[in-house]
């Protein structure tokens, strides 16, 4: 197996991913980004210790009460609450769980398929890549929040439908990432050498292959967390993901709309939630691009 | 270019589309429920009636042979009967499509209006205190929600400074008689000033909220771009020769500059159409997108799958006017 040069400048002698992570841990935004998502994470792991309230609880003598710093506002419901009276700090922690989950589900899962579908395109062409790259095609025709609209209206609203509905169509980014790079590296020599000495083709892609591509995978894979988070969110906000009472961002804003003239911290709060997570992750996976795969940086 | 290759780029469509309508056949095909039951609804039927509904509906036909129905109507551009209007998708979509196209095109204008110049200050003054915050403005502006933005604008602009009305296309002081069905142009048809200003009023928020984030983007691909033209040996010999900065600028540089910007924008312009379902629900505009939101939740599925088939083939024809831009604008590159 070969790993590929990097051209960053790192101290030789290094290993290129501990160069690599070198460059990665100077870049202070990257870094600070970075905590912020490991933050997010934990508190989605640890949301039913520290959340103050149960999500769902509802009082209606809280009705829209306002956060801490407003007159009328307490310091238990910190952020106050929405017109169900429910805690919006906990929801939001609460909330944290399925952004995260879906966002990393649907990111694994097309990985996944991208990356065997991507290997098997590049490495075998013939019919194998006409038919996949048909496909990619066909479902890049589509815009992705249609798409998954269009889906989710057919197949009803739930986590497991969003899940899948997402995946239909994230699997062919990381499959046209893998399926280039496995066309430029089936022409390698230590591919070529591969197959000299016997090996199978399944074994030239995932032991071979595969390893020296992943990072290209990786970092694709991040920056594309971050749009499943906002496209989950869309589809909650318009009601087609998961379904209430289940605190999930999207539909905490959108449950705060009809109220926009008298409790603006209904819909402000989970929306700053969105925008930090996806600001954060976007600025890491740029630091991971500029240091793991610097043919793409700016 | 060459006649013969665009006329094989416009063949290499053909599969595609085929694709993309199976895909939008199927996912009705795929829907859990009986479309007959579904029709009927609450009426009491006899089972006769409901098995003429069903040959009818070609329901007892087999898959590719629907299939092959659908696509011959979707051609003559029969879609079917509006289950919740009690009348042909294609009129009902073509009522609500001028709103929706009115609204695109305004949000591509402003996004094109403020990428531009902020993507071109920001690679002249690289590494300044602007081109920071020019990136920084473009970093958020791809992390935002857009009905998280449109919210925010709607709690500022209309609720606390009342700038701009919260929803809708026009007020109910101003009638104006459909001509093109494009508000901005018939008002102007009208010669009614007023109500021009009243619509732009009205169509300010949704806009903005619909450009932003494309603005975002843009506003990075020209800064990317303007900064490698800037470093080409014309660009240099140019300034050897002692030609005028403005000259330089605007005669070599922009011009080249600007290419992947207009073959980004055609692209972007189709992530509009989904972006347009977000908006005009918030906003409460009547156009196609928010027809599709609302049909999904009465369940009018044959609008939803005439919706998704017309939003895939304009992205798919979008993609390909992007495609034949990048050429024309840049003759290096070989179609």
């Given at each position: 197996?070969t790993?590929?040069?990097?051209?960053?400048?790192?101290?030789?002698?290094?290993?290129?991913?501990r160069?690599?992570?070198?460059v990665?841990?100077?870049n202070?935004s990257?870094?600070?980004?970075s905590a912020?998502?490991?933050?997010?994470?934990?508190?989605?792991?640890?949301?039913?210790?520290i959340?103050?309230?149960?999500?769902?609880?509802?009082?209606?003598?809280?009705?829209?009460?306002p956060?801490?710093?407003?007159?009328?506002?307490?310091?238990?419901?910190?952020?106050?609450?929405?017109?169900?009276?429910?805690d919006?700090?906990?929801?939001?922690?609460?909330g944290?769980?399925?952004?995260?989950?879906?966002?990393?589900?649907?990111?694994?899962?097309?990985?996944?398929?991208?990356?065997?579908?991507?290997?098997?395109a590049?490495?075998?062409?013939?019919?194998?890549d006409?038919?996949?790259?048909?496909i990619?095609?066909?479902?890049?025709?589509?815009p992705?929040l249609?798409?998954a609209?269009g889906l989710?209206?057919?197949?009803?609203?739930g986590?497991?439908n969003i899940?899948l509905?997402l995946v239909?169509?994230?699997?062919?980014?990381?499959?046209?990432?893998?399926?280039?790079?496995?066309?430029?590296?089936?022409?390698q020599?230590y591919?070529?050498?591969?197959r000299?000495?016997g090996?199978?083709?399944?074994?030239?892609?995932?032991?071979?292959?595969?390893p020296?591509?992943?990072?290209?995978v990786?970092?694709?894979?991040?920056?594309?967390?971050?749009n499943?988070?906002?496209?989950?969110?869309?589809?909650s906000?318009?009601?087609?993901?998961v379904?209430?009472p289940?605190?999930?961002?999207?539909?905490?804003?959108?449950?705060?709309?009809?109220?926009i003239?008298?409790?603006?911290?209904?819909?402000?709060f989970?929306?700053?939630a969105?925008?930090?997570?996806?600001?954060?992750?976007?600025?890491?996976?740029?630091?991971?691009?500029?240091?793991?795969?610097p043919?793409?940086?700016? | 270019?060459?006649?013969?290759?665009?006329f094989?780029r416009?063949?290499?469509?053909?599969?595609?589309?085929?694709?993309?309508s199976f895909i939008?056949f199927?996912m009705?095909?795929m829907?859990?429920?009986?479309?007959v039951?579904?029709?009927?609804?609450?009426?009491a039927?006899t089972?006769?009636?409901?098995?003429?509904?069903?040959?009818?509906?070609?329901?007892?036909?087999?898959?590719?042979?629907r299939f092959?129905s659908f696509?011959?109507?979707?051609?003559?551009?029969?879609f079917?009967?509006?289950?919740y209007h009690?009348?042909?998708?294609?009129?009902?979509?073509?009522?609500?499509l001028?709103?929706?196209?009115?609204?695109?095109?305004?949000?591509?204008?402003?996004?094109?209006?403020?990428?531009?110049?902020?993507?071109v200050?920001?690679?002249?003054?690289?590494?300044?205190?602007?081109?920071?915050?020019?990136?920084?403005?473009?970093?958020?502006?791809?992390?935002?929600?857009?009905?998280?933005?449109?919210?925010?604008l709607?709690?500022i602009?209309?609720?606390?400074?009342?700038?701009?009305?919260v929803?809708?296309?026009?007020?109910f002081?101003?009638e104006?008689?459909?001509i093109?069905?494009?508000?901005?142009?018939?008002t102007?048809?009208?010669?009614?000033?007023?109500a021009?200003?009243?619509?732009l009023?009205?169509i300010?928020?949704?806009?903005?909220?619909?450009?932003l984030?494309?603005?975002?983007i843009?506003?990075r691909?020209?800064?990317?771009?303007?900064?490698?033209?800037?470093?080409?040996?014309y660009?240099t010999?140019?300034?050897?020769?002692?030609?005028k900065p403005?000259?330089?600028?605007?005669?070599?540089?922009?011009?080249?500059?600007?290419?992947?910007?207009?073959s980004?924008?055609?692209?972007?312009?189709?992530s509009l159409l989904g972006?347009?379902?977000?908006?005009e629900?918030?906003?409460?505009?009547?156009g196609?997108?928010?027809?599709?939101?609302?049909?999904i939740?009465?369940r009018?599925?044959?609008?939803?799958?005439?919706?998704?088939?017309l939003y895939?083939v304009?992205y798919?024809?979008?993609?390909?006017i992007?495609?034949?831009?990048?050429?024309?604008?840049?003759?290096?590159?070989k179609?």
């Amino acid at each position: 197996m070969t790993v590929i040069a990097s051209s960053t400048a790192g101290a030789p002698g290094l290993p290129i991913w501990r160069q690599n992570l070198r460059v990665f841990c100077a870049n202070k935004s990257a870094l600070f980004a970075s905590a912020v998502v490991v933050l997010f994470v934990a508190m989605a792991i640890i949301a039913p210790i520290i959340a103050p309230h149960d999500p769902n609880d509802t009082d209606l003598f809280r009705r829209l009460q306002p956060p801490v710093w407003k007159e009328g506002g307490d310091w238990a419901y910190i952020l106050g609450c929405d017109a169900l009276g429910r805690d919006i700090l906990s929801r939001l922690i609460y909330g944290s769980r399925i952004s995260i989950f879906i966002g990393a589900a649907v990111v694994l899962f097309a990985t996944v398929i991208g990356i065997l579908a991507g290997l098997a395109a590049g490495y075998l062409r013939g019919w194998v890549d006409v038919v996949i790259s048909r496909i990619v095609d066909i479902l890049l025709g589509f815009p992705y929040l249609i798409f998954a609209i269009g889906l989710m209206a057919m197949m009803g609203p739930g986590l497991v439908n969003i899940v899948l509905a997402l995946v239909y169509k994230e699997w062919v980014i990381p499959c046209r990432v893998v399926r280039g790079e496995t066309l430029a590296a089936r022409e390698q020599e230590y591919v070529e050498a591969a197959r000299a000495v016997g090996a199978s083709s399944g074994h030239i892609m995932l032991r071979e292959i595969l390893p020296n591509i992943l990072s290209a995978v990786t970092v694709i894979s991040t920056v594309r967390m971050a749009n499943v988070i906002i496209m989950e969110a869309s589809l909650s906000f318009l009601g087609l993901g998961v379904q209430p009472p289940t605190a999930s961002w999207g539909e905490m804003v959108a449950g705060g709309r009809e109220f926009i003239m008298e409790a603006w911290w209904v819909s402000t709060f989970p929306g700053l939630a969105i925008l930090a997570l996806v600001l954060a992750i976007n600025v890491a996976s740029q630091g991971l691009r500029d240091a793991f795969d610097p043919r793409f940086a700016e | 270019m060459n006649p013969a290759k665009f006329f094989q780029r416009l063949l290499q469509l053909a599969p595609v589309l085929l694709g993309v309508s199976f895909i939008a056949f199927m996912m009705l095909a795929m829907t859990p429920g009986d479309p007959v039951a579904l029709i009927i609804g609450e009426h009491a039927a006899t089972p006769e009636q409901i098995e003429t509904l069903r040959r009818d509906l070609g329901l007892n036909q087999p898959l590719l042979q629907r299939f092959a129905s659908f696509l011959a109507d979707a051609v003559t551009g029969n879609f079917g009967t509006s289950f919740y209007h009690r009348r042909p998708v294609a009129e009902v979509i073509g009522e609500r499509l001028p709103a929706t196209i009115e609204l695109s095109l305004v949000a591509l204008i402003v996004a094109l209006v403020t990428s531009i110049p902020l993507g071109v200050l920001a690679a002249i003054r690289k590494n300044t205190i602007f081109d920071r915050i020019a990136t920084l403005f473009s970093l958020v502006g791809v992390s935002m929600p857009g009905f998280w933005l449109g919210i925010l604008l709607i709690m500022i602009f209309a609720v606390n400074l009342q700038l701009f009305p919260v929803a809708g296309r026009i007020g109910f002081s101003h009638e104006v008689d459909p001509i093109t069905g494009f508000m901005l142009i018939d008002t102007l048809l009208h010669r009614n000033f007023a109500a021009f200003g009243e619509t732009l009023r009205y169509i300010a928020l949704p806009a903005v909220t619909l450009g932003l984030p494309m603005a975002a983007i843009l506003m990075r691909v020209t800064r990317t771009s303007m900064l490698e033209v800037l470093q080409q040996d014309y660009v240099t010999f140019a300034n050897a020769k002692g030609l005028k900065p403005r000259r330089i600028f605007f005669r070599h540089a922009l011009k080249n500059a600007l290419i992947p910007t207009v073959s980004v924008a055609a692209i972007e312009t189709g992530s509009l159409l989904g972006g347009n379902m977000i908006v005009e629900t918030i906003f409460g505009w009547p156009g196609l997108g928010r027809l599709v939101v609302e049909s999904i939740f009465v369940r009018n599925y044959p609008l939803v799958q005439a919706a998704v088939l017309l939003y895939a083939v304009t992205y798919v024809l979008l993609n390909f006017i992007a495609d034949i831009l990048y050429t024309l604008l840049n003759p290096r590159v070989k179609l």
